[in-house]
């Protein structure tokens, strides 16, 4: 079950060029880690770029290999409260 995207992640998305699909995968594949405020982050680590490649076609991993830099903050109802583009390293402690 796909969980809610609220208006400001679905903003967020639209803004920052990510497609659905991406967010499909980050759900999927992604890693969850806590941000010991409430909230998960996911991310795409090693492991899941790899699972990602392994699953889908060579066209179609190459149409989202240029977005598996993004990021979605889960609030604690499980929504997708935001989406973006990482750009620093995610603390996993």
Known sequence: MTPLITDHARTRLHQ????????DCLLDYGKKVHDHRGSEILFFDHHARD??????????????EAKLDTYAVLGGDGSVVTVGHRTKRINRN
């Not at 920052?16 to 967010?23: A, E, K, M």
């Not at 699972?51 to 989202?64: N, S």
């Open 51 to 64: 699972q990602i490649h392994r699953t889908y076609d060579e066209h179609d991993f190459k149409q989202i």
């Open 16 to 23: 920052r060029g990510i497609p659905l699909p991406v967010l």
